[in-house]
């Protein structure tokens, strides 16, 4: 689970597969992740996604 860099409250998962932002209840708005391990599963899968629509 990701937390907010300005609250550490825990955000809610993107609900859209093309969002990359995660959105944090208490500060009410869309925040990066910005834990690398998920980051860098999320972007192998959308090179693979990229790479396939082409």
Same mark, same amino acid.
């Not at 993107?14 to 860098?40: D, H, I, V, Y």
């Not at 599963?41 to 996604?49: P, R, T, V, Y």
């Given at each position: 689970?990701?937390?907010?860099?300005?609250?550490?409250?825990?955000? *809610?998962? #993107?609900?859209?597969?093309?969002?990359?932002?995660? $959105?944090?209840?208490?500060?009410?708005?869309?925040?990066?992740? *910005?834990? #690398?391990?998920?980051?860098?599963?999320?972007?192998? $899968?959308?090179?693979?996604?990229?790479?396939?629509?082409?």
């Amino acid at each position: 689970m990701a937390n907010c860099p300005c609250c550490s409250n825990q955000m *809610l998962f #993107p609900a859209r597969a093309q969002k990359t932002n995660w $959105f944090c209840r208490t500060c009410w708005q869309e925040m990066p992740n *910005l834990n #690398p391990e998920e980051n860098r599963s999320f972007l192998g $899968f959308a090179i693979k996604l990229v790479s396939a629509l082409q």
